[in-house]
């Protein structure tokens, strides 16, 4: 059978179970959530071995930033959408009253979620938590970049739901583009700028509502009253982390020149004593090694740490690069990779000009400071997706908070109570008493 007629019977299947309403009942939502942790629980060593092989991830990383934030998710779905699927009712006034209005939240219908390669587990299937929970059918496609993950989230997905419910569709650019020519009735995408305005027309042509989870360079503002000790800490974890392939990692580095060259040499000094020259886990390919090495030959920056690669491996050292200006090559693009760049500053207004004028509305921001309230003042004159003050990244794992972008770094939010909702349309409906 050809991947279009694969993919013909798949979308087929899922329209036919979808009309037949197969998907609204709650409880069975609530019992294809249960089998579906259950099942990624079954294969968690399975996980184990696919992450480390695709990405070099450790079991502890997996534990925190895969399977535990798809589970955690899932959890929380468990636990509050007997309530959040419950029509909202209430009595109409003025000129309506006598009559009572309705508002339920209904399933779009076929969903097409597209995995990145960075967090494959976490990131293909956390959105598909929320499309289950709200009552929708989904086909998944994994990143072709992680091929050993994408194997195990389809056994996971086999496992955990009937195929006219959810189906996983391996592959790469071919089978994305057959896909995104079915009227899907939603599309959700993780991914870079580019090939999300290519999902976005996609949508466009079915009329179909789109949630887009892209990129840019997130800036880290220290200010001069920041307890260093924790901003190293936090820094290092968040910037080394998955070798830097995190859409919320910090880009780059703004330190007040007065303490520039003490942060520096406590980040150096920390880099030495946990890093050793050494990556955290694996750069995705080699091509994206070769990318990571093309900056550093480009760049006016001093390497102060790191710059050591190997290609076959896909290592690439922790680095850390000073003296670097606004239009370095460093500067232009999400890095997307274990290398810093640290850019000194003597006023904090020069700095949100610049960010705003070279990196428009990145998808977090971080503040250091131990004056929360002055830190809170300076994020909010810079639009960006989300926020942290005195950390970093560890918001896009929170199920309590929405995470999404805003213009090149995104639209539309999810976790929690915001992924149900983005998956249900608000059906209003008004009752006149007979």
Same mark, same amino acid.
């Given at each position: 059978m050809t991947i279009q007629a694969v993919i013909d019977q798949a979308f087929a299947a899922q329209k036919e179970a979808f009309l037949s309403g197969k998907t609204h009942d709650v409880e069975g939502r609530l019992a294809n959530l249960r089998r579906f942790k259950q099942a990624i629980l079954d294969n968690k060593q399975a996980i184990y071995q696919a992450l480390d092989s695709d990405l070099g991830k450790t079991p502890e990383v997996v534990d925190m930033a895969e399977i535990g934030a798809v589970t955690e998710e899932i959890d929380v779905m468990l636990e509050n959408l007997a309530t959040w699927a419950q029509d909202d009712v209430f009595p109409l006034t003025g000129h309506f009253a006598g009559s009572e209005g309705r508002i339920r939240a209904e399933p779009y219908g076929l969903t097409y979620i597209i995995g990145p390669f960075n967090y494959p587990f976490n990131l293909t299937l956390t959105p598909l938590v929320g499309a289950i929970a709200a009552g929708n059918t989904a086909i998944l496609k994994p990143s072709e970049s992680t091929p050993a993950t994408s194997a195990i989230i389809k056994k996971v997905i086999t496992e955990s739901f009937d195929p006219e419910i959810v189906t996983v569709i391996e592959g790469g650019r071919k089978e994305n583009e057959i896909l995104l020519a079915k009227p899907f009735d939603f599309f959700f995408f993780t991914g870079s700028p580019n090939v999300g305005k290519i999902i976005m027309k996609a949508a466009a042509d079915h009329l179909a509502p789109v949630v887009l989870e892209?990129?840019?360079?997130?800036? &880290?503002?220290? %200010?001069? /009253?920041?307890? +260093? !000790?924790? *901003? +190293?800490?936090?820094?290092? =974890?968040?910037? =080394?982390?998955?070798?830097?392939?995190?859409?919320? $990692?910090?880009? =780059? *580095?703004?330190?007040?020149? $007065? +303490?520039?060259?003490?942060? &520096? /040499?406590?980040?150096?000094?920390? +880099? @030495?004593? /946990? =890093?050793?020259?050494?990556?955290?886990?694996?750069?995705?390919?080699?091509?994206?090694?070769?990318?990571? $090495?093309?900056?550093?030959?480009? @760049?006016?920056?001093?390497? &102060? $740490? #790191? #710059? !050591?690669? /190997?290609?076959?491996?896909?290592? %690439?050292?922790?680095?850390?690069?000073?003296d670097v200006e606004w239009d370095d090559a460093l500067m232009q693009d999400e890095i997307f990779g274990p290398i810093l760049p640290i850019l000194s500053y003597t006023d904090l207004a020069s700095v949100r000009q610049k960010i705003i004028t070279h990196h428009e509305k990145p998808l977090a921001i971080y503040a250091f400071s131990q004056d929360e309230q002055a830190a809170l003042d300076f994020i909010t004159t810079i639009q960006s997706g989300d926020a942290q003050i005195n950390d970093m990244l560890t918001h896009a794992m929170c199920p309590q908070l929405p995470f999404g972008g805003i213009g090149p770094s995104g639209m539309g939010k999810y976790h929690g109570k915001t992924s149900f909702d983005i998956y249900s349309h608000k059906r209003s409906i008004r009752t006149v008493k007979a």
């Amino acid at each position: 059978m050809t991947i279009q007629a694969v993919i013909d019977q798949a979308f087929a299947a899922q329209k036919e179970a979808f009309l037949s309403g197969k998907t609204h009942d709650v409880e069975g939502r609530l019992a294809n959530l249960r089998r579906f942790k259950q099942a990624i629980l079954d294969n968690k060593q399975a996980i184990y071995q696919a992450l480390d092989s695709d990405l070099g991830k450790t079991p502890e990383v997996v534990d925190m930033a895969e399977i535990g934030a798809v589970t955690e998710e899932i959890d929380v779905m468990l636990e509050n959408l007997a309530t959040w699927a419950q029509d909202d009712v209430f009595p109409l006034t003025g000129h309506f009253a006598g009559s009572e209005g309705r508002i339920r939240a209904e399933p779009y219908g076929l969903t097409y979620i597209i995995g990145p390669f960075n967090y494959p587990f976490n990131l293909t299937l956390t959105p598909l938590v929320g499309a289950i929970a709200a009552g929708n059918t989904a086909i998944l496609k994994p990143s072709e970049s992680t091929p050993a993950t994408s194997a195990i989230i389809k056994k996971v997905i086999t496992e955990s739901f009937d195929p006219e419910i959810v189906t996983v569709i391996e592959g790469g650019r071919k089978e994305n583009e057959i896909l995104l020519a079915k009227p899907f009735d939603f599309f959700f995408f993780t991914g870079s700028p580019n090939v999300g305005k290519i999902i976005m027309k996609a949508a466009a042509d079915h009329l179909a509502p789109v949630v887009l989870e892209l990129g840019g360079k997130c800036p &880290v503002v220290v %200010f001069e /009253d920041a307890d +260093i !000790d924790l *901003l +190293i800490e936090r820094l290092t =974890y968040t910037k =080394y982390l998955n070798s830097g392939q995190t859409c919320v $990692a910090p880009d =780059y *580095l703004l330190v007040p020149e $007065a +303490i520039s060259q003490q942060v &520096v /040499d406590k980040l150096l000094a920390k +880099i @030495t004593a /946990d =890093y050793q020259g050494k990556s955290v886990g694996k750069v995705v390919n080699a091509k994206q090694v070769e990318k990571l $090495a093309g900056y550093l030959k480009e @760049t006016k920056g001093k390497v &102060v $740490a #790191g #710059g !050591d690669y /190997d290609e076959q491996s896909r290592q %690439f050292a922790a680095t850390v690069v000073t003296d670097v200006e606004w239009d370095d090559a460093l500067m232009q693009d999400e890095i997307f990779g274990p290398i810093l760049p640290i850019l000194s500053y003597t006023d904090l207004a020069s700095v949100r000009q610049k960010i705003i004028t070279h990196h428009e509305k990145p998808l977090a921001i971080y503040a250091f400071s131990q004056d929360e309230q002055a830190a809170l003042d300076f994020i909010t004159t810079i639009q960006s997706g989300d926020a942290q003050i005195n950390d970093m990244l560890t918001h896009a794992m929170c199920p309590q908070l929405p995470f999404g972008g805003i213009g090149p770094s995104g639209m539309g939010k999810y976790h929690g109570k915001t992924s149900f909702d983005i998956y249900s349309h608000k059906r209003s409906i008004r009752t006149v008493k007979a």
